[in-house]
């Protein structure tokens, strides 16, 4: 936990509570948000420190702010699990609600670490420090499968702490339950959910939208909550899922959800012609549901937040989307540096929704397609991201 220690006047922003959220997101985005600086409030406004002065381009990016400099409290940092244990860890981990999941092992460290210590030991160390570190971490446990499956799920193994896998997670003020052996969740995308539900607040029309591969509801609920004008259908394959799909939306006081539980290649003739905007999260293969897709979209056209998985070193990166499961063996460093750009990646994944629409357009009245923004959303394996394309498809 970090402690509080002394105060420095620094630049902030003063945004309006009611915005603070947004404005919060945007700023870190930007890597503008100071770390280990208290964030304050009154009555009507949050302060948020910042790494430096704004610039007049920032100021006007980042919305209806006032810049000024006020006296903050600056916190202690506190130890990373790496200065805990004196090594570079063999793996890295995320934190889902109360529950550190340890994920692939680095390469190189685990290399140099094998010769001096065993697995278990590293392992039992590492939980150990992950749970000095966080203080609300109550299990720690370890991915012992690729995600897998229609249902996108991953086995593990707890290493520490109480032995189960269900938990509760917050993000963006929104509260999900969810088993991580038994449904499909990722916290590395709670920025590209935001951005989404701020896209859907942005547009300030009543949207009818449709999340094709909703899961626990990690977009769906998000989207919702803050857009309480729209009415999202979430449909999804996996019964575990649902159940959690239909808590969170009562954990978080919504109604304005339709839940569906099926194969959306069966259910979306439920839908023909309905959504403003789709969202197709199921990155290994969204672009074989394009079909569905298609047939659901308003007649006059509408927003597809579209997910794929491409690869920045290999033509055929869509290998990795088509199918594999495990990630391809990355090439060797001399190979080509070039090879690590994610642009070549993001350029795959623009050709092949523009290549499966074309496929489509004689089927479909929709024959034109703008891409909005495409861009890395995150890094998936070696040289391998998820890309997220953004487009706006009409007649
Ligand atoms: C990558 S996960 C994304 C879940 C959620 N959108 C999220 O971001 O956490 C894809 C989800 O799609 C579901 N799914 C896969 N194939 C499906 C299908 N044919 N119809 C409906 N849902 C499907 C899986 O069960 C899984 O929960």
């Known amino acids: 936990m970090s402690s509080e220690t ?34 304050t409030s009154d009555d009507k406004f949050i302060y948020l420190p910042l790494v430096r002065v704004l610039t007049a381009a920032e100021l006007a990016e980042i919305g209806d702010i006032e810049l000024l400099t006020r006296k ?36 190189e460290a685990e290399a140099a670490a094998v010769t001096e210590r065993s697995e278990e030991s590293e392992l039992a160390a590492m939980a150990q420090a992950i749970m000095d570190c966080h203080k609300n971490i109550k299990v720690v ?13 991953r086995t593990m193994a707890v290493i520490a702490g109480t032995e189960r896998t269900e938990t509760l997670h917050t993000e963006n003020r929104c509260r999900y339950k969810l088993d991580l052996e ?99 999260n199921l990155p290994k293969s969204a672009y074989l549901f394009m079909r569905e897709a ?47 750009s994610p642009e070549r990646a993001v350029r795959l994944a623009k050709e092949k929704l523009i290549a499966r629409m074309q496929e489509l357009s004689e089927e479909y009245s929709f024959h034109s397609i703008e891409i909005l923004d495409a861009r890395k959303v995150i890094a998936y394996a070696p040289y391998t991201y998820i890309i997220g394309i953004d487009a706006v498809i009409s007649p």
């Open 182 to 280: 038994k449904v499909y969740f990722n916290p590395r995308l709670a920025g590209e959910r935001n951005r989404v539900a701020l896209q859907v607040t942005r547009s300030r029309v009543d949207e009818e939208i449709i999340d094709m591969f909703a899961g626990v509801g990690s977009f769906a609920i998000q989207v919702a909550k803050r857009n309480p004008q729209s009415h999202v259908t979430a449909i999804e394959i996996n019964p575990d899922a649902i159940r959690y799909l239909k808590e969170n939306m009562k954990l978080n006081g919504l109604r304005n959800i339709a839940v569906v539980e099926g194969d959306v290649r069966r259910v979306y003739t439920r839908f023909i012609g309905t959504a403003d905007r789709l969202i197709m």
């Open 6 to 39: 002394e105060t420095e006047s620094l630049p902030c922003v003063k945004a309006a509570k009611r915005s603070g959220e947004e404005i919060l997101q945007r700023l870190k985005e930007r890597k503008l948000l100071r770390r280990y600086a208290k964030i």
């Open 72 to 107: 903050i409290v600056l916190l202690k940092p506190r130890k990373s699990v790496k200065e805990i244990l004196g090594f570079k860890p063999s793996y890295s981990y995320e934190i889902i609600g109360d529950i550190a999941v340890l994920t692939g092992a680095d390469r």
């Open 141 to 153: 446990t370890r991915q012992t499968s690729p995600v897998k499956g229609e249902f996108r799920r």
């Open 294 to 340: 298609l047939s659901m979209l308003n007649p006059e056209g509408g927003i597809v937040h579209f997910y794929d998985i491409e690869s920045s070193y290999s033509d055929t990166g869509a290998d990795v989307g088509a199918g594999a499961d495990m990630p391809q063996q990355p090439p060797r460093e001399d190979e080509d540096r070039k090879k690590k």
